[in-house]
T-cell receptor, first 115, second 110 residues
């Protein structure tokens, strides 16, 4: 397995469910990202985990909760979502060198539908 | 306005050249990137250019940077149906969090 792998590819959930998205990178990178992609909107950064810090977009609702147990794995825990949370959720990784690492490698995404 | 702006759609005929344009606002941007997203897939880094360059060529791809006007373009020569995708411009200030545009949907028709 190479690159960045996301599971599941598709997820349908009700507003009262709890689910988790999983991401795994096999590139030896030291930073991982969650992005939300909605139609006709800019790509929205949700969370970043790097070697030394976690960065979060303050506009992301608390019903989204990230977890990064090690440099290869990233989770996004979902609970009591709203229909407007339906989107493609993309995971990415990059290699930071001297604090710079904007060449991102993306997974194929999880297409989430909230009913 | 948004930090990175692109037109939403571009339609070209197969074999023609495609030019996708992007403007950005951060004059301290160090790197400018082009990503490609095919249907059902994530974004893939196509090419990038340092801010001290004004042109970079890679096979059918030519990136032009006008730093004074904060304008970036991607030219695809001899556009093929396989080039149909969404193309994202992104700018980086030398950290690890790039800023993306909304993406330009390139439609290639016979």
């Amino acid at each position: 397995e190479t690159g960045v792998t996301q599971t599941p590819r598709h997820l349908v959930m009700g507003m009262t469910n709890k689910k988790s998205l999983k991401c795994e990178q096999h590139l030896g990178h030291n930073a991982m990202y969650w992005y939300k992609q909605s139609a006709k909107k800019p790509l929205e950064l949700m969370f970043v985990y790097s070697l030394e810090e976690r960065v979060e977009n303050n506009s992301v609702p608390s019903r989204f909760s990230p977890e990064c147990p090690n440099s290869s794995h990233l989770f996004l825990h979902l609970h009591t979502l709203q229909p407007e949370d339906s989107a493609l959720y993309l995971c990415a990784s990059s290699q930071l060198e001297r604090g710079v690492g904007e060449k991102l490698f993306f997974g194929s995404g999880t297409q989430l539908s909230v009913l | 306005g948004e930090d990175v702006e692109q037109s939403l759609f571009l339609s070209v005929r197969e074999g023609d050249s495609s030019v996708i344009n992007c403007t950005y606002t951060d004059s301290s941007s160090t790197y400018l990137y082009w990503y490609k997203q095919e249907p059902g897939a994530g974004l893939q880094l196509l090419t990038y250019i340092f801010s001290n360059m004004d042109m970079k060529q890679d096979q059918r791809l030519t990136v032009l940077l006008n730093k004074k006007d904060k304008h970036l373009s991607l030219r695809i020569a001899d556009t093929q149906t396989g080039d149909s995708a969404i193309y994202f411009c992104a700018e980086g200030g030398g950290s690890y969090i790039p800023t993306f545009g909304r993406g330009t949907s390139l439609i290639v028709h016979p």
